[in-house]
């Protein structure tokens, strides 16, 4: 079958059609992904193909939500759930990490939880408060779930795929301001690893590691060094637990340089973690610092303020120009 262009928000359309079509177990949960569509539109069309038993509008009630879905798991079904936005999921966080992430161990592994819990996060799109942050830190701590984000169409479909597949909880960030991106997606493709990153770019002089709606930030920015001669190397992590260290480390390793790019807050991010672990794994590789570019540690500013907040092509550029000056 020919790849087919199509935007990350109808890729993962897709990718749920495929899944409902596939498994009668598949169920869709979440307020307003049936008659509407969902917010975003993500899931446009799916009750009308599916039906109301397969594609479920619920009350406005996030922890009734994913307590509905872990007993649905419990009794085999493969509930895909929806958090209308990322600023939402708190009140359910309690059940995520309390139950949902602990179920597998408690029940000494007889028990599997295959549950993934959608979050479209970030901004870009100058929305209110609560509906632009970047949780996917506070996930990540918790042991028992898998956390990941795709960056382009392509994974936006695969990467859910193998989510829906999987016997874990999973997390599945959904990059909001692209959702309009468009790629090639084959839908005939056999995908790599889930949770294996992927070298976007190639380069020499300096690595640039980052996810989701970072990506694409860092790829302009290696587009911006080569005009003046300097080669990067672009690293789309594509998992946030578990992290691919060994394709960070191999990439560093030939450049000597990293900076890690997210939009969530530098403080405790992702990117700490994973500073600290490729200063560990490639100390006498290193020529520079491994530096972070990401948020501020304050509360996502109103829409007119955001540009200041998040990272951009010039935030990116001058810790690349930091970090090649040692």
């Not at 779930?145 to 997390?171: C, E, F, H, R, T």
């Not at 294996?196 to 996810?211: E, S």
Request: proline fraction near 6%; include cysteine.
């Amino acid at each position: 079958m020919a790849a087919e262009k199509m935007s990350l928000s109808k890729a993962i359309n897709a990718s749920l059609r495929t899944a409902l079509d596939s498994d009668p177990k598949v169920l869709i949960m979440g307020e307003d992904v049936g008659k509407l569509g969902g917010v975003f539109r993500v899931t446009d069309g799916l009750q009308k193909d599916f039906g109301e038993d397969r594609v479920i509008d619920t009350p406005l009630a996030e922890s009734g939500i994913v307590g509905t879905a872990i007993g649905l798991a419990l009794r085999g079904y493969r509930p895909v759930v929806e958090i209308q936005f990322d600023g939402f999921v708190f009140p359910a966080y309690d059940q995520i990490v309390t139950q949902l992430a602990k179920m597998h161990a408690r029940s000494l592994g007889k028990v599997k939880m295959p549950v993934v819990i959608r979050i479209p996060y970030g901004g870009g799109i100058g929305a209110v408060e609560h509906h632009s942050e970047s949780p996917e830190a506070l996930f990540a701590h918790v042991a028992g779930l898998k956390v990941i984000s795709p960056s382009n169409a392509s994974d936006a479909y695969w990467m859910l795929q193998q989510a829906i597949g999987s016997d874990d909880p999973v997390i599945y960030f959904e990059p909001k301001r692209r959702y309009h991106d468009k790629g090639e997606v084959d839908t005939s493709a056999i995908p790599g690893p889930l949770h294996a990153a992927r070298v976007a770019r190639p380069g020499t002089d300096l690595t640039l590691a980052a996810y989701g709606p970072m990506v694409k930030v860092a790829l302009d920015a290696a587009a911006a060094a080569a005009e003046e001669g300097k080669s990067l190397e672009v690293v789309d992590l594509r998992s946030m637990s578990p992290i691919d260290f060994d394709t960070v480390q191999r990439s560093v390793e030939r450049t000597g340089r990293l900076v890690v790019v997210h939009e969530a807050p530098v403080f405790l991010g992702t990117g700490a973690e994973i500073a600290a672990r490729i200063t560990e794994r490639c100390f006498y590789h290193l020529q520079a610092p491994v530096l972070r570019v990401g948020g501020y540690h304050a509360p996502y500013p109103p829409s007119r303020l955001e540009d200041e907040y998040l990272p951009d092509l010039d935030r990116v550029l001058d810790a690349v120009d930091r970090a090649l000056a040692y």
